[in-house]
């Protein structure tokens, strides 16, 4: 009787591994997106999730291509998830490219590796970053020149200053209220105080003159002395 056999086809095993599309090709700038496209193959495994890295690859040869993740930048790891598809395809519309070190990534200056306008890199793209025999396959080698949006930043932390801002707005009305302010204002209110001091607590009593009730006094006096020659002079002729 014959036995029937069943084949299981492993990917990566027997195939070799698909090129890497990216769009646009060629040479990237500071943090510009790009397209990774894989197409259909029997290398990768269906529904698999793929990882994508920045690699160094030192003058940008096959031969100097990353043995390990030792070489790559974990940073630069995708942040969508990606999902080999059942024809072994997928893409990533939107990968952003860093200039390596990176301090938008929060690198320091002695970080590794190096991509920029004279070291190469690739991106790698499989399966486990952590295991290399796992499926995997590099792009094209690219140079990283720094972003013209670097001035761009620059522009716009100058943009509408404070000045013509609603600060500089509430600041007109706060110099109006100021002006009464003046040396010729201020010379004005000394004298109403001075006037104020030397009258009492009314501007009307700094008059100089004398006062109304003084008069009634004086008439008063008079009154007196006279009824009091006259009353003399009367008891001089009873006497008589």
């Known amino acids: ?26 040479n990237f700038s500071d943090g510009q997106a790009i397209s990774i496209t ?6 990768f495994t269906p529904h698999a999730r793929v990882i994508i890295l920045e690699c160094a690859d030192p003058e940008g040869s096959a031969t100097n291509l990353p043995k390990d993740a030792t070489s790559c930048d974990g940073n630069t790891v995708q942040t969508s998830t990606i999902l080999v598809g059942a024809d072994g395809g997928f893409s990533d519309s939107g990968y952003p490219v860093y200039l390596l070190p990176s301090a938008t990534l929060g690198e320091q200056s002695n970080f590794k590796p190096v991509c920029n306008q004279t070291n190469y890199c690739v ?12 499926p995997k396959t590099f792009s094209a080698p690219f140079l990283i020149a720094p972003s013209s949006g670097t001035t761009g930043t620059t522009s716009a932390s100058t943009g509408p200053s404070a000045s013509t801002g609603p600060t500089g707005t509430t600041a007109a009305p706060t110099g109006t209220t100021a002006a009464p302010t003046s040396p010729h204002a201020q010379g004005a209110s000394a004298a109403v105080s001075v006037a104020t001091s030397a009258g009492g607590t009314s501007g009307t009593l700094a008059n100089t003159g004398a006062p109304a009730g003084m008069w009634w006094v004086v008439a008063s ?17 009873g006497s008589r």
Not at 38 to 43: E, Q, S, W
């Open 1 to 26: 009787m014959a036995t029937e056999a069943t084949i299981v086809q492993i990917a990566g095993a027997g195939s070799a591994p698909p090129a890497v599309n990216v769009s646009p090709p060629g």
């Open 123 to 134: 991106l790698y793209v499989g399966q486990d970053q952590n295991d290399f025999t796992a």
């Open 38 to 43: 894989v197409g259909a193959n029997a290398y």
């Open 221 to 237: 006096g008079m009154a007196l002395l006279l009824s009091g020659a006259l009353g003399r002079r009367l008891l001089l002729r």
